[in-house]
């Protein structure tokens, strides 16, 4: 349901761009945002879009990492500058999708992950 790509391995201070496209059956899109999970640690939020235009970011990568949207292509993207070493994991998109108009039911969705990985 979620395809998300971008990934790769760079040097210290270098950019990358994920993206994650959603796909089947969508009446409307509430949630849509960016986790890590670096090894051995937990899950964390990144970056997040919450409640209409809001977006959320870790403090970590504020000033850093910017979060965006194409709402016609169901898609969201993670724009990720002066990366550091310690922001390599494996990035997850997650959607939280409504499926049908005549349902208020949302589901969440994950993404495959894609892996960043930072070298000094």
């Known amino acids: 349901q979620l395809q998300a790509s971008g990934g790769g391995l760079v040097q210290a201070g270098e950019s990358l761009r994920l993206s994650c496209a959603a796909s089947?059956?969508?009446?409307?899109?509430?949630?849509m945002g960016w986790y890590r999970q670096a090894a051995g640690k937990q899950r964390e939020l990144v970056a997040t879009?919450?409640?209409?235009?809001?977006?959320n970011y870790a403090d970590s990568v504020k000033g850093r990492f910017a979060i965006s949207r194409d709402k016609a292509k169901n898609t969201v993207y993670l724009q990720m500058n002066s990366l550091k070493p310690e922001d390599t994991a494996v990035y997850y998109c997650?959607?939280?999708?409504?499926?049908?108009?005549?349902?208020?039911?949302?589901?969440?969705?994950w993404g495959q992950g894609t892996q960043v990985t930072v070298s000094s």
């Open positions: 089947g059956s969508i009446f409307s899109i509430s949630v």
């Open positions: 997650k959607i939280s999708i409504r499926r049908l108009a005549a349902s208020l039911v949302t589901y969440d969705y």
């Open positions: 879009y919450t409640s209409g235009d809001s977006t």
